[in-house]
């Protein structure tokens, strides 16, 4: 399943899903969630294949913690290295 955090600086938080994305079932409720953004925040989305690719969430989750974080296509591109 997809996984979405938000970087702070250092601080990673993870966005908790209960559902499916939607447009898969017809008639699901989605799951809101709302947080204050800062300019200097990141809003981070993964497919499953790329948290799969890391073994475990929790590897995944350690890796983006230390992940510097200067502009959005340099963060895409250091997640796709890896």
Not at 33 to 41: F, I, Q, W
Request: proline share 5%; hydrophobic share 40%.
């Amino acid at each position: 399943m997809a996984c979405f955090f938000i970087k702070k600086g250092e601080e990673l938080n993870k966005i908790e899903s209960n559902s499916l994305p939607l447009g898969i079932l017809e008639e699901v409720k989605p799951k809101v969630t709302k947080t204050v953004l800062s300019t200097d925040d990141f809003v981070i989305m993964l497919s499953d294949g790329i948290v799969d690719a890391f073994g475990e969430e929790e590897n995944l989750a350690n890796y983006l913690k230390g992940l510097p974080a200067n502009n959005p296509q340099e963060l895409a591109d250091k997640i796709l290295n890896r």
